[in-house]
């Protein structure tokens, strides 16, 4: 199901044919991240520190975790006039989990990002792949987030 989701949401976001641009300051909405056997549900935003460095912030939860993501990532436009950005970028997460070791992680990640032109939202779909710096826990190369987040100029 969780694979089947984030197919849809790839479709949906490189099948848009708006007129898009990609002038805004900040973000904030619903964040979707699997990793693992997870799936978070949460609140994501991001903040353009400049046209091209922005720092991002992820608090998601599942039933008995809680992530929280601080990620780094350097957008960069595909053409003149476009709505799509790339991005890319690093940051740590920590997963607290009730009852049992907390897991740190160093998640590097690749994307999407969608503005669509006079309409104040976001899509974005990123691969972040969790490189584990816990003991106990094994690396996850098939992690995936998708945000829709309100866009603020």
Not at 118 to 141: H, K, T, Y
Request: charged share 15%.
């Amino acid at each position: 199901m969780k694979k089947l989701l984030f197919v849809f949401m790839l479709v949906l976001l490189c099948s848009v044919s708006l007129k898009a641009q990609t002038n805004y300051k900040a973000a904030l909405g619903l964040g979707v991240e699997s990793i693992g056997e997870a799936t978070l549900i949460g609140v994501k935003g991001k903040f353009f520190f400049t046209d091209h460095h922005v720092g991002q912030a992820d608090l998601g939860f599942e039933d008995g975790i809680t992530g929280i993501t601080a990620l780094y990532s350097y957008h960069k436009k595909f053409a003149p006039g476009s709505g799509f950005r790339w991005y890319a970028g690093a940051g740590p997460s920590i997963y607290l989990f009730d009852g049992g070791a907390n897991v740190f992680a160093l998640r590097p990640h690749l994307g999407l990002d969608f503005k669509i032109d006079g309409v104040p939202i976001v899509l974005n779909f990123d691969w972040r792949p969790a490189i584990m710096l816990s003991e106990d826990a094994e690396n996850e190369i098939g992690a995936f987030a998708f945000g829709l987040q309100f866009a603020f100029n």
